[in-house]
């Protein structure tokens, strides 16, 4: 049977190619440049789930979003921490290893379990893909902007990892998408000083 995109997943795919486009820029140590085509990658994100709630979305567009997320967060947010621990190749590996893996756990579970809910409240259990690669990018600006040392930086971002997978609640509000908003622009004014 032959599955039709929603606008929804149109999103997705922008925000994917903007991950990648992100990942790139990184790579070509354009690390600022890099932050804001990725802080546009992750609105594409947020827009695709406001999307789908409004019945904009597809039978495919679960699955397609949890996928994507692996290059719109996950390698980033790797890439960052490499940045971080540069000159220890296998320290750059472990640390990359870390966040992705347990970022494709997290994933995972969210795909076959999805959000919970208590008292009528939806809940994700542990920290999303999105905050850490949110706090990944704070870290990174951090370190760029202050005296806060490089090594000191990636710990904050590897000791953030495993909350991905940990027992805590994140309550789903719609306010996320406003405290979305304001640590992109927290994070694009410090990109762009």
């Known amino acids: 049977m032959r599955r039709r995109l929603a606008p929804a997943d149109y999103a997705t795919l922008v925000g994917l190619g903007l991950g990648w486009t992100a990942v790139t820029l990184f790579r070509l140590d354009r690390p600022n440049a890099a932050t804001l085509t990725l802080l546009l990658a992750f609105l594409c994100d947020k827009a695709d789930g406001c999307l789908a709630r409004r019945g904009y979305g597809s039978s495919l567009g679960h699955q397609l979003d949890a996928l994507a997320d692996v290059v719109i967060y996950l390698v980033p947010t790797a890439i ?23 970022g494709v756990l997290r994933l995972a579970r969210y795909s076959v379990d999805g959000s919970h809910t208590v008292d009528g409240t939806p809940y994700y259990r542990g920290l999303t893909a999105f905050h850490v690669a949110a706090w990944a990018l704070v870290v990174r600006l951090a370190v760029a902007l202050t005296a806060l040392p490089a090594p000191v930086g990636a710990l904050a971002i590897v000791v953030a990892a495993p909350l991905m997978i940990a027992p805590i609640r994140i309550p789903v509000t719609r306010r996320q998408f406003v405290g979305a908003v304001v640590v992109g622009g927290v994070i694009t004014s410090g990109t762009l000083m």
């Open 80 to 102: 960052v921490l490499s940045a971080l621990v540069a000159g220890a190749p296998v320290l750059e590996s472990l640390a990359g290893t870390v966040v992705v893996g347990f």
